[in-house]
């Protein structure tokens, strides 16, 4: 029982100390608290905020980042060219598509290409006319008017 009693003492005095100064360790520990959350975790954090800035803009890192980047800008440009190109020729196929669908064949018009009347021509003036006079108006300018 000697040995038990020998190792119970420091326990003993301890929780004796404890039931004295209990107000004065938590008060202790609040002001601790506050001080670490008002104080050392700011500063911490600008610490580590200006040592990553320092490790981020070190002129070897920087230099072998702006390789890369120039590098992986022109694939970019490379691909967003070749996307270009493919989106114009399939826009281009979609307007001939387009105008195919919506060619109407109008009457006396030929299944040749240039046979027909562009829209404001005049079909009784001399450039459109055989040599027969031109269609029926008798008069100088030709036209029915």
């Given amino acids: ?24 360790i938590v008060f202790a520990l609040a002001v601790g608290y506050t001080v ?35 590098r992986v800008r022109a694939a970019q440009q490379e691909e967003a060219s070749r996307k270009a190109i493919e989106a114009a020729k399939e826009a281009e196929a979609k307007r001939v598509e387009e105008l195919k669908r919506k060619k109407i064949k109008q009457p006396g018009q030929s299944k040749y290409k240039g046979t027909g009347r562009k829209v404001n021509e005049n ?17 100088s300018g030709g036209g029915w008017w």
């Avoid at 029982?1 to 004065?24: C, E, G, H, T, V």
């Avoid at 008002?38 to 981020?56: G, I, Q, V």
């Fill in 36 to 70: 670490k959350i008002k104080l050392l975790d700011p500063y911490t954090a600008r610490e580590r905020e200006r040592a990553s800035y320092a490790e981020a803009t070190r002129p070897d890192r920087v230099a072998a980042l702006k390789a890369d980047m120039k």
């Fill in 123 to 139: 079909p009784w003036s001399k450039e459109n006319t055989s040599d027969t006079g031109g269609g029926g108006g008798g008069g």
């Fill in 1 to 24: 029982m000697l040995n038990l009693a020998n190792i119970l003492d420091p326990i003993q005095s301890s929780l004796i100390y404890l039931r004295q100064n209990a107000w004065s």
